[in-house]
């Protein structure tokens, strides 16, 4: 049965069905919206070179949130699945810039401190506040 010259079990074929492109965009627009997530500046993914973004929710809140937008897209496993890896993070994770410096820029700290030195003429005191 199982031995040389035995007859070879036939062995189903298996397929992948890839998500359609209609579904993939359904994503990529999903996550394109800033309402759900916080692109970074200047941190990129290793593998795919594209900017990390920071989740704003949790998975199961954007998930629900994904499903009354799109009721016909992903289902939840693959929805899941497409937010592994590095490119996903959740917001506590952000490193780098605070949120305030990522939506409007680093540059108003520098006024901040010329307003300093300008208005206030202890050095000692400026010391404290920078």
Request: proline share 3%; charged share 30%.
């Amino acid at each position: 049965m199982n031995g040389p010259g035995a007859k070879q079990i036939e062995k189903p074929i298996r397929t992948v069905s890839k998500l359609s492109q209609e579904k993939l965009e359904q994503f990529s627009n999903f996550f394109e919206d800033k309402a759900n997530v916080i692109m970074s500046s200047y941190k990129t993914d290793a593998k795919t070179q594209l900017p990390v973004l920071y989740l704003k929710n949790t998975k199961k809140a954007l998930w629900e949130k994904f499903k009354e937008i799109y009721p016909n897209g992903l289902k939840r496993t693959t929805f899941y699945r497409q937010l592994e890896g590095n490119r996903y993070q959740y917001r506590e994770d952000m490193g780098g810039l605070c949120a305030t410096c990522n939506t409007y820029g680093y540059e108003i700290f520098e006024c901040l401190k010329d307003l300093i030195q300008k208005e206030i003429s202890s050095t000692e005191f400026q010391v404290k506040l920078d």
